[in-house]
């Protein structure tokens, strides 16, 4: 796997995340949670990504 590249199940756990989020009407939570991937993605050294534990 690449650096800060998302396993699978990290992605997938992402994707059913926002749909809540959005679906809660909570579109800032959602916008955030997009850009702290993003972030994360690129490399940013001040992302705070963790990845979730296994439910």
């Known amino acids: ?3 800060n590249q998302l ?9 059913r ?7 809660q009407g909570r579109y ?4 955030a949670l997009r850009m ?3 972030e994360w993605l690129l490399g940013a ?4 990504l ?3 534990a296994a439910t």
């Not at 396993?7 to 994707?15: I, N």
């Not at 800032?28 to 916008?31: G, R, S």
């Not at 050294?45 to 705070?48: G, P």
Request: aromatic residues 6%.
């Open 36 to 38: 702290e991937v993003a």
């Open 50 to 52: 963790a990845v979730p």
């Open 7 to 15: 396993p699978v199940e990290t992605l997938r756990w992402l994707e």
């Open 45 to 48: 050294i001040d992302a705070n």
């Open 28 to 31: 800032e939570c959602a916008y």
């Open 17 to 23: 995340r926002l749909a809540s989020l959005e679906q």
């Open 1 to 3: 796997m690449r650096p």
